[in-house]
């Protein structure tokens, strides 16, 4: 059985590869269960948490995360969530590799929202807003720069520090004003915690792409109502009307309706809706992963070594 620790896992995760990989996996399918969740009691009365997201393809390959998340952690100086990944042959069980799940898990994060920005940003969108300054975030310039002719890219954090470290790194620009950015960029990409709204709709520019990845609880919110109103929406998965609070909220609020989801990356990826349909359209697009995008990137990188 292989095993490919953190930085084996990106090295065979390019992004070129592996947009395609789950444009592919989006046009295949493949039998996707409701995750797994048991919940773990600890002597410090913070419940921990076991994960399983298990994903397979008939005669195919066959893989399950595994997540374990301790909140108490930070007191030890350990990370709250650890993950890895046990891919194996659908046809005989067999285990083939076990991946480091956390990589994974933001490679394959990134790769979605520029898989969708290949449907829905303008061809020639050059300007990237990242809105917050984590792992993910840490990656979006280099998956959308794959799609689309990104020239310029600026970095907005809630703490100006953390988006300091991430423009140093990226080459990019820090901005302090949130509204101003938003109006002037030609996609938003928001990788944050954020349990109120950061992006208004009354800041977008007809044309912009907006990218919601971070809220993947009912109480989590990136975007604003008016966002969602101004926009045609698109979603990874239909487990983003359940899970997602920039959804949840506004379809309770009377703002949205099922029925108004114009596509998922399924129906973009093989050809049942319309992406972008004009320069000036605004468009959302909602992810909260899947088990099916953990599978293809595992298996690539299982081809890769």
């Known amino acids: 059985m292989k095993i490919l620790d953190a930085a084996q896992t990106a090295a065979a995760l390019p992004f070129d590869r592996l947009i395609a990989a789950l444009r592919e996996a989006f046009v295949s399918g493949a039998e996707v269960p409701l995750r797994h969740r048991h919940d773990i009691a600890q002597p410090d009365n913070v419940t921990a948490s076991l ?57 394959r994060t990134a790769a979605a929202s520029a898989l969708a920005g290949s449907f829905l940003a303008r061809e020639d969108a050059s300007s990237l807003l990242i809105v917050g300054s984590g792992h993910v975030a840490g990656l979006m310039a280099e998956a959308y720069r794959v799609v689309r002719p990104i020239e310029r890219v600026q ?14 790194r990226l080459g990019a620009e820090v901005v302090n004003d949130l509204a101003a950015a938003v109006a002037d960029a030609d996609i938003v990409s928001c990788a944050t915690l954020a349990r109120e709204p950061l992006v208004r709709g009354e800041w977008l520019r007809p044309g912009t792409h907006l990218d919601l990845i971070g809220g993947f609880t009912p109480a989590m919110r990136e975007a604003d109502d008016a966002a969602v109103q101004r926009s045609r929406v698109f979603i990874d998965t239909d487990a983003a009307l359940a899970e997602a609070g920039d959804l949840i909220d506004p379809i309770a609020h009377g703002v949205l309706r099922r029925e108004d989801i114009a596509g998922s990356l399924f129906t973009l990826c093989r050809g049942e809706t319309p992406g972008r349909r004009d320069a000036s359209e605004i468009t959302l697009f909602k992810s909260v992963g899947s088990a099916l995008e953990d599978l293809a990137a595992a298996g690539l990188a299982y081809a890769s070594k």
């Not at 970095?155 to 140093?168: D, H, P, T, Y």
Request: glycine share 12%.
């Open 51 to 107: 994960l399983l997201m298990p994903a397979w393809r008939a005669a195919g390959l066959m893989g399950v995360k595994v997540v374990s998340v301790f909140p108490g952690n930070g007191a030890r100086g350990l990370p709250a969530v650890s993950a890895s990944y046990l891919l194996c042959d659908g046809a005989t069980g067999q285990h083939l590799a076990l991946i480091d799940g956390s990589e994974i898990t933001r490679r």
């Open 155 to 168: 970095v907005w954090n809630i703490r100006s520090a953390g988006a300091e470290r991430l423009a140093a």
